[in-house]
């Protein structure tokens, strides 16, 4: 059974940065890892989960208009972890970040597995 673990959340002022991390166990190796479809979610309080970035097998990317040019998705595939840096935070970006793991390619992908969130906290 696959398990995702995110850590790195924390309070910052807005400008600052952030770095979040997801670890995967469970996966029978390390090209197990590297084949999936993975990508990173938040919700805010009171509103729906929305889509930050996602990362195809082949390492391409995907990012939230929101965030694009402040956040990067990569993937250490000997670590079997997913991270998402996070620069230029806003008090916007307030919310429980979540990692899920899945099949596929953009945009016909499904997902199997999701952490249980790490919280994100910005003030101005």
């Known amino acids: 059974q696959v398990r995702l673990v995110e850590s790195g959340g924390g309070s910052v002022k807005a400008g600052e940065s952030l770095r979040l991390s997801c670890a995967a166990s469970g996966y029978s190796g390390s090209s197990a890892f590297s084949s999936a479809f993975m990508g990173w979610y938040r919700q805010a309080q009171g509103q729906e989960r929305e889509g930050v970035a996602v990362m195809n097998p082949d390492g391409t990317t995907k990012y939230a208009e929101s965030v694009k040019g402040r956040f990067t998705i990569s993937k250490d595939s000997a670590r079997n972890t997913l991270y998402l840096q996070m620069n230029s935070l806003k008090p916007e970006d307030t919310a429980m970040y979540y990692c899920?793991?899945?099949?596929?390619?953009?945009?016909?992908?499904?997902?199997?597995?999701w952490g249980q969130g790490t919280q994100v906290t910005v003030s101005s």
């Open positions: 899920a793991a899945g099949r596929g390619r953009w945009p016909n992908f499904a997902y199997d597995y």
